[in-house]
């Protein structure tokens, strides 16, 4: 059996997709899907049983994961909102729930895999490098990178990073995040407002280095994130802390005109204001370092940002609440 906890969610729901590819579907999907359209994402897939978050806790906490027959616990569940304020839920959350997870899928003999984040590497000044000596060096720009930062400290520290993988993603996007609000990728957002005005708003840059909409992240396809998750299970004896990205930064114009391109349309963007909540704790670049394939001899290939874009845009973009379906 196999726990995907954030199971409705955009990255767990497209791994729980990719298991069922791979004919799995003895799988427990852990999450909180409360009042949200969260369950939508869960409607195509193959999948066993569900738990709510809180009930699975208590488990976790009480008698543990033993006996279950557990072969991987993947921990994608989280806050994932970098303006979330409230810094005591996120450490409850975020941190202190993950730490037991852990412990309690090694001492199950279970593979544990969980999400970390590029938002520990603040504002990059010190590189995007995954290694363990720039660790414990980083200062996160927001609460939510210093809650994933936490528990990679706390596996560092405690010498069971030889024994887990936690993976820090880039900027994520693709099928299975409707239900992200404010927090959905510019692509999911862009679709409409490009149907309605012909036009996409992009932020403008306050650093002279940066030309508006200039700003470059590392954007990372979901079906991509999701293989290769599958593929750290597999591979039991590659373990410690890995960036996910592609590994090659990218502008936001770059996004928007493969937007554009997916939607037959030319290509016509404005600049707007940054939002004053926002300055100040703005990524301008974000670049995985992702020598350690080489390292570990992993041939994946992830795809260009206009694939994924296309992919993602012409096939469930475009389609009427389309998601991925087994």
């Not at 409850?92 to 593979?111: E, I, Q």
């Not at 590189?127 to 200062?139: A, N, V, Y």
């Not at 928007?256 to 391109?261: L, P, Q, S």
């Amino acid at each position: 059996m196999f726990i995907v906890t954030g199971g409705a969610g955009l990255i767990g729901s497209a791994i729980i997709w990719e298991l069922n590819r791979r004919g799995v579907d003895d799988i427990l999907v852990v999450d909180n899907l409360a009042s949200t359209e969260k369950w939508k994402n869960l409607v195509r897939l193959k999948y066993s049983d569900y738990m709510h978050r809180d009930a699975f806790i208590e488990q976790v906490r009480g008698a543990g994961l033993k006996g279950l027959g557990v072969e991987g616990v993947i921990h994608m569940g989280a806050c994932s909102s970098t303006t979330e304020k409230d810094a005591d839920f996120l450490m409850r959350n975020n941190f202190h729930f993950t730490r037991d997870l852990c412990w309690a899928a090694l001492d199950a003999g279970a593979r544990f895999i969980t999400a970390s984040s590029a938002a520990t590497y603040g504002d990059g000044s010190l590189g995007f490098s995954d290694s363990i000596e720039l660790m414990p060096k980083l200062r996160p720009l927001n609460m939510y990178g210093y809650s994933k930062q936490l528990f990679d400290l706390l596996a560092l520290r405690g010498g069971i990073l030889d024994n887990i993988v936690s993976l820090k993603f880039f900027n994520v996007y693709g099928p299975n995040e409707y239900h992200k609000g404010s927090m959905r990728s510019v692509v999911c957002k862009a679709v409409p407002q490009i149907q309605e005005t012909g036009r996409l708003g992009l932020f403008k840059s306050d650093r002279p280095d940066y030309e508006d909409g200039g700003q470059k992240r590392d954007f990372v396809y979901v079906k991509d994130c999701a293989a290769l998750v599958c593929w750290f299970h597999e591979h039991g004896t590659v373990n410690g802390v890995f960036n996910v990205g592609t590994g090659q930064a990218r502008s936001w114009n770059d996004l928007a005109r493969a937007i554009f391109a997916s939607m037959d349309r030319p290509a016509d963007i404005q600049y707007i204001d940054m939002p004053d909540t926002l300055k100040g704790k703005y990524q301008y670049f974000t670049q995985a370092d992702m020598s350690w394939m080489k390292r570990v001899d992993c041939d994946f290939a992830f795809r260009s940002l206009e694939d994924g874009v296309n992919d993602y845009v012409r096939n469930y973009l475009l389609k009427d609440e389309a998601h991925l379906e087994s």
